[in-house]
């Protein structure tokens, strides 16, 4: 089964260079509808209005961060199954474990490439083809 590219993707990051960086791997991909959040409170109440098919979240952020967005998402039942991955520079295995349990579904270090990210979210939402 084909991914809906049309899906509403979310990405939150602090950074707007960032931001810019992954809407344009997700445009690349395919995907063209696309919000972005500064902070994990900004994007908690986004994702309590809209639907998402896809969380793209940094985890370094202020006033919350994406651990702490991911928990928060995964604590809703409308959105408990949302597909959420972690795109961060924190490379440790413990933050890659306290990830995986705050219920995570996939995670991403920085740097990455274009490569690496279709890999991640194909693997989270389906084949992108």
């Known amino acids: 089964m084909p991914v809906d590219k049309s899906m509403p993707i979310l990405v939150v990051d602090d950074y707007k260079s960032m931001v810019r960086i992954i809407r ?3 445009s690349q991909l395919g995907f063209s509808n696309v919000d972005d959040a500064a902070d994990g409170a900004a994007a908690l109440e986004m994702i309590r209005a809209k639907n ?7 985890w370094n952020m202020q006033p919350m ?9 995964r604590a809703e039942e409308r959105t408990k ?6 795109i ?6 413990e933050n890659v474990v306290a990830a995986r349990q705050a219920g995570v579904n996939n995670y991403v ?3 990455f490439t274009l490569a690496v990210l279709k890999q991640k979210i194909s693997s989270v939402i389906g084949d992108l083809g």
């Open 81 to 86: 199954a949302l597909p959420f991955i972690m």
């Open 52 to 58: 998402y098919g896809l969380v793209l979240s940094d």
């Open 109 to 111: 270090i920085k740097p």
């Open 88 to 93: 961060t520079a924190e490379a440790k295995t």
């Open 65 to 73: 961060t994406g651990i702490e967005l991911a928990r928060a998402v």
């Open 24 to 26: 344009g791997m997700l």
